[in-house]
């Protein structure tokens, strides 16, 4: 490897990566057993460190300052980006690079008044973190079992959903919903290390990871703790090392699968001798059993599951795990997912809909963002409104939605309604039609228009089984 080449552009550095990533891949596929023993000149590589800086610089969390108080927008500024990765780079290459304790935030959880930790780290450990990805991803995502989705490339939540849809309607009608406590605080670092160790070989990049496991953090009350357990939520790596530790969980309910229930006329014999059978989908800790069998069946599982956590220091939650029927339904990643029967028959489906939690987020949000002030323009108001309807319509429009967006649209219309005669308390229901609803009733300033949710069309999320695309597809080429 040119460990003094010159720094790549953007699109010759993605280029490299995913030509490198697609080797990785390859190597990791057709070898289950092979381990990677140099890695840590990729870290260190200019165009892996070039793609890191654009997602990092281009994530969400870009304004926000680690312990160090820089953000992206300050590295920008000065020293600017090609000097800023050049001394990263020599950092790591001198083996002098320290991962900084992460900024702890205490932010609220979405419909319950308790409050979870988020790790907000410095933007160099950020870069470091996303060329780290870059480089692990790709070896472990073929290690990684089909019914994982959650922060993996190219597989969404409705993925996970659209599974769990399919088996309920195909005899498996009971649901170990399973709630993992305080699943990113609790892993235990031995435990994850070796499984890391299973695919990495660079004792560079064993101590790389380690040291961002061990990097401490900072509370809200100034006071730095020592991180003996978990990966902090919002480092850019920490989704990727809770994925490889639960492999633990993933492989044990896929290889009983491959043993006991991979055939069809197995999993017939198996029903008809009242052996129950049982698929595990996950999308990150979110995760779920479906069991065709008995309530008995679903509870012993409840306890086979805990067994299999034990290891990876992990527990669950003996309030929010539950076993429940198909037909009683269950709220999973937002959606209720129940068994109902259809309206003018005798027969009964599964339905996916948004959860009442769901809704009352969606509408806390409208409320918030449509509280009068003064000085907010009428499209300033479309505009914030509209960040958010879209965002939620478009990711519950492949369930039965349509009397949810309905009720979300005469709520929304009220909101505005309501704001205009705040902000104008002497003009007429006329003018305000004229002024702001283009003399109609739908909300508009000419420019923009308040969004309708029922004009998002619903259409079903079809369940995409083993058709789902990898990022790198040469590999699965090369492969087969």
């Given at each position: 490897?040119?460990?003094?080449?010159?720094?790549?552009?953007?699109?010759?550095?993605?280029?490299?990566?995913?030509?490198?990533?697609?080797?990785?891949?390859?190597?990791?596929?057709?070898?289950?057993?092979?381990?990677?023993?140099?890695?840590?000149?990729?870290?260190?590589?200019?165009?892996?460190?070039?793609?890191?800086?654009?997602?990092?610089?281009?994530?969400?969390?870009?304004?926000?300052?680690?312990?160090?108080?820089?953000?992206?927008?300050?590295?920008?500024?000065?020293?600017?980006?090609?000097?800023?990765?050049?001394?990263?780079?020599?950092?790591?290459?001198?083996?002098?690079?320290?991962?900084?304790?992460?900024?702890?935030?205490?932010?609220?959880?979405?419909?319950?008044?308790?409050?979870?930790?988020?790790?907000?780290?410095?933007?160099?450990?950020?870069?470091?973190?996303?060329?780290?990805?870059?480089?692990?991803?790709?070896?472990?995502?073929?290690?990684?079992?089909?019914?994982?989705?959650?922060?993996?490339?190219?597989?969404?939540?409705?993925?996970?959903?659209?599974?769990?849809?399919?088996?309920?309607?195909?005899?498996?009608?009971?649901?170990?919903?399973?709630?993992?406590?305080?699943?990113?605080?609790?892993?235990?670092?031995?435990?994850?290390?070796?499984?890391?160790?299973?695919?990495?070989?660079?004792?560079?990049?064993?101590?790389?990871?380690?040291?961002?496991?061990?990097?401490?953090?900072?509370?809200?009350?100034?006071?730095?703790?020592?991180?003996?357990?978990?990966?902090?939520?919002?480092?850019?790596?920490?989704?990727?090392?809770?994925?490889?530790?639960?492999?633990?969980?993933?492989?044990?309910?896929?290889?009983a699968w491959a043993t006991h229930m991979g055939d069809r006329v197995v999993r017939a014999r198996r029903k008809r001798h009242g052996i129950a059978n049982y698929r595990l989908v996950r999308y990150a800790d979110d995760l779920v059993l479906m069991v065709s069998g008995t309530q008995a069946d679903a509870q012993q599982l409840r306890d086979e599951l805990a067994e299999v956590l034990a290891p990876i220091g992990l527990r669950l939650s003996q309030v929010k795990t539950r076993t429940a029927d198909i037909d009683e339904g269950f709220d999973f990643l937002?959606?209720?997912?129940?068994?109902?029967?259809?309206?003018?028959?005798?027969?009964?489906?599964?339905?996916?809909?948004?959860?009442?939690?769901?809704?009352?987020?969606?509408?806390?949000?409208?409320?918030?963002?449509?509280?009068?002030?003064?000085?907010?323009?009428?499209?300033?108001?479309?505009?914030?409104?509209?960040?958010?309807?879209?965002?939620?319509?478009?990711?519950?429009?492949?369930?039965?939605?349509?009397?949810?967006?309905?009720?979300?649209?005469?709520?929304?219309?009220?909101?505005?309604?309501?704001?205009?005669?705040?902000?104008?308390?002497?003009?007429?229901?006329?003018?305000?039609?004229?002024?702001?609803?283009?003399?109609?009733?739908?909300?508009?300033?000419?420019?923009?228009?308040?969004?309708?949710?029922?004009?998002?069309?619903?259409?079903?999320?079809?369940?995409?089984?083993?058709?789902?695309?990898?990022?790198?597809?040469?590999?699965?080429?090369?492969?087969?």
């Open positions: 490897m040119n460990t003094g080449a010159s720094w790549p552009s953007l699109i010759e550095a993605q280029a490299r990566v995913l030509e490198i990533q697609t080797k990785l891949h390859r190597w990791a596929r057709n070898d289950p057993a092979c381990r990677f023993d140099d890695l840590f000149n990729l870290v260190a590589d200019p165009a892996f460190l070039a793609v890191a800086w654009d997602r990092v610089r281009h994530n969400t969390g870009a304004r926000t300052a680690g312990v160090d108080g820089l953000s992206a927008r300050d590295i920008e500024a000065d020293p600017g980006p090609a000097a800023f990765l050049g001394t990263v780079r020599e950092q790591l290459r001198a083996r002098t690079f320290r991962p900084l304790a992460v900024r702890e935030r205490m932010i609220p959880k979405p419909g319950t008044r308790k409050r979870r930790r988020l790790g907000i780290p410095t933007v160099t450990d950020r870069v470091v973190q996303a060329a780290l990805k870059l480089v692990l991803e790709p070896i472990f995502e073929a290690d990684f079992q089909p019914c994982s989705y959650g922060f993996r490339p190219g597989r969404r939540a409705m993925d996970a959903v659209a599974e769990i849809r399919l088996l309920a309607s195909n005899s498996y009608e009971w649901v170990v919903d399973a709630d993992i406590e305080a699943c990113f605080d609790m892993i235990d670092h031995t435990a994850l290390m070796d499984r890391v160790r299973r695919r990495v070989g660079d004792k560079r990049v064993l101590a790389l990871v380690k040291a961002f496991l061990k990097a401490g953090i900072l509370s809200e009350d100034q006071i730095i703790r020592d991180t003996h357990t978990g990966t902090p939520q919002g480092g850019i790596l920490s989704p990727l090392l809770a994925n490889i530790a639960l492999t633990l969980l993933d492989d044990h309910f896929a290889e937002g959606w209720r997912i129940q068994r109902r029967r259809k309206k003018g028959t005798t027969k009964r489906y599964v339905y996916t809909y948004p959860s009442k939690r769901s809704v009352s987020r969606i509408v806390d949000k409208v409320r918030q963002r449509s509280r009068f002030g003064p000085d907010v323009p009428y499209d300033t108001l479309l505009y914030r409104l509209n960040s958010i309807l879209r965002g939620w319509a478009n990711y519950f429009k492949h369930g039965v939605s349509y009397a949810t967006f309905e009720y979300l649209r005469a709520y929304t219309w009220r909101r505005v309604i309501g704001w205009l005669r705040d902000k104008h308390p002497r003009v007429t229901w006329k003018q305000i039609r004229r002024r702001y609803l283009a003399g109609g009733w739908w909300p508009t300033d000419g420019k923009v228009e308040l969004l309708n949710p029922t004009t998002v069309r619903t259409v079903r999320y079809r369940y995409r089984g083993s058709d789902i695309p990898s990022p790198w597809p040469a590999a699965l080429k090369d492969a087969a």
